[in-house]
């Protein structure tokens, strides 16, 4: 659709998100603040900082979790990335991103905001800039076997309780936690 509707909807997304954290509370408020003030703020083009849309992808047991080595970040992350005006709703964009990274059909979204994380990068427009990440959690369809895009080093699934040493310092352990406290979205 337009960049209008991805604004709505991230905006949606974050007034309805009740964290269970005073920080992630303080973090929605400034996102929705962002948003206010920065129409066009769910694309890269918003060099200052804009909303990208990322996924835990937990395998049909949620024994374990889809992790890729990020070339740019080097180390192994969720899958996720930019919105693009091509994206009708923030979900569009986060199950785009996980369908397109993962090489695997029949994912299946849990409508509802995980977490919410922001972090500098310097990311395809060369420059520094902040990804303003809202977390969603996907679930695998059973047997369903990844293949790597040419946006990954790598890709696997890990156990969830042994994810990579960076998982901790990351925040990937705290994510793989919350998506297992929420439970699988269902087909």
Same mark, same amino acid.
């Given at each position: 659709?337009?960049?209008?509707?991805?604004?709505?909807?991230?905006?949606?997304?974050?007034?309805?998100?009740?964290?269970?954290?005073?920080?992630?509370?303080?973090?929605?408020?400034?996102?929705?603040?962002?948003?206010?003030?920065? @129409? %066009?703020?769910?694309?890269?083009?918003?060099?200052? =900082? $804009?909303?990208?849309? +990322?996924?835990?992808?937990?395998? /049909? !047991?949620?024994?374990?979790?889809?992790?890729?080595?990020? @070339? %740019?970040?080097?180390?192994?992350?969720?899958?996720? =990335? $930019?919105?693009?005006? +091509?994206?009708?709703?923030?979900? /569009? !964009?986060?199950?785009?991103?996980?369908?397109?990274?993962?090489?695997?059909?029949?994912?299946?979204?849990?409508?509802?905001?995980?977490?919410?994380?922001?972090?500098?990068?310097?990311?395809?427009?060369?420059?520094?800039?902040?990804?303003?990440?809202?977390?969603?959690?996907?679930?695998?369809?059973?047997?369903?076997?990844?293949?790597?895009?040419?946006?990954?080093?790598?890709?696997?699934?890990?156990?969830?309780?042994?994810?990579?040493?960076?998982?901790?310092?990351?925040?990937?352990?705290?994510?793989?936690?919350?998506?297992?406290?929420?439970?699988?979205?269902?087909?």
């Amino acid at each position: 659709m337009t960049a209008e509707s991805l604004h709505a909807t991230a905006t949606a997304t974050l007034e309805s998100w009740q964290p269970s954290s005073a920080a992630d509370e303080s973090l929605r408020h400034t996102l929705l603040a962002f948003l206010g003030s920065a @129409p %066009r703020g769910c694309l890269r083009e918003h060099v200052p =900082g $804009h909303i990208t849309a +990322s996924a835990v992808v937990m395998d /049909d !047991a949620g024994a374990n979790v889809l992790l890729t080595l990020h @070339p %740019r970040v080097g180390r192994w992350i969720q899958l996720g =990335g $930019h919105c693009e005006e +091509s994206d009708d709703t923030l979900l /569009d !964009a986060a199950m785009r991103e996980a369908t397109e990274e993962s090489g695997m059909t029949g994912l299946v979204i849990d409508p509802v905001l995980l977490s919410a994380h922001t972090h500098p990068i310097t990311c395809s427009l060369g420059v520094p800039t902040r990804h303003l990440d809202l977390r969603f959690l996907i679930r695998a369809p059973a047997g369903a076997v990844p293949v790597a895009s040419d946006e990954s080093d790598d890709l696997r699934w890990w156990p969830v309780d042994r994810l990579p040493d960076t998982a901790r310092s990351d925040g990937i352990a705290h994510l793989v936690d919350l998506a297992r406290e929420r439970g699988l979205p269902t087909v």
